[in-house]
């Protein structure tokens, strides 16, 4: 599994930004991806996740209402789509893909085992 995540830059406080990842590597039907993020000094967090199969999303309490996921099926890409950004957004950005064993699962709890390598959004105030 290769995850290549890219969008990231500078953005003045208030501003959007969309990341993208472009996953391949194998079928991604039994998988979900999601977007985390760490920022420095800072436990990494999960925004975000979708199944990639059927589009069910989760979104994490904390950017409810700002951020969005979304995918493109047919390119294989997963979008990070973020409103009304503001500084404590700064952080590096990754995305993860899990794979789904189990008929029922909850998509914060899956196990993310494929990342892709980061992309550091600042968000100037």
């Known amino acids: 599994v290769q995850l290549q995540a890219s969008g990231g830059g500078l953005v003045q406080a208030g501003g959007s930004l969309d990341l993208s990842c472009a996953a391949s590597g194998r079928n991604f039907d039994s998988y979900a991806l999601a977007w985390f993020r760490q920022a420095p000094g800072k436990n990494r967090e999960l925004l975000a996740a979708?199944?990639?199969?059927?589009?069910?999303?989760y979104l994490s309490e904390s950017v409810k209402g700002r951020f969005g996921i979304s995918r493109d099926y047919a390119k294989n890409i997963v979008y990070l789509h973020m409103n009304g950004l503001n500084a404590e957004d700064t952080a590096v950005y990754y995305c993860?893909?899990?794979?789904?064993?189990?008929?029922?699962?909850?998509?914060?709890?899956?196990?993310?085992?494929?990342w892709g390598q980061g992309t550091l959004v600042t968000v100037s105030s």
């Open positions: 979708i199944r990639w199969s059927r589009g069910n999303t």
């Open positions: 993860a893909a899990a794979p789904i064993r189990t008929v029922v699962f909850d998509l914060p709890r899956l196990t993310y085992t494929y």
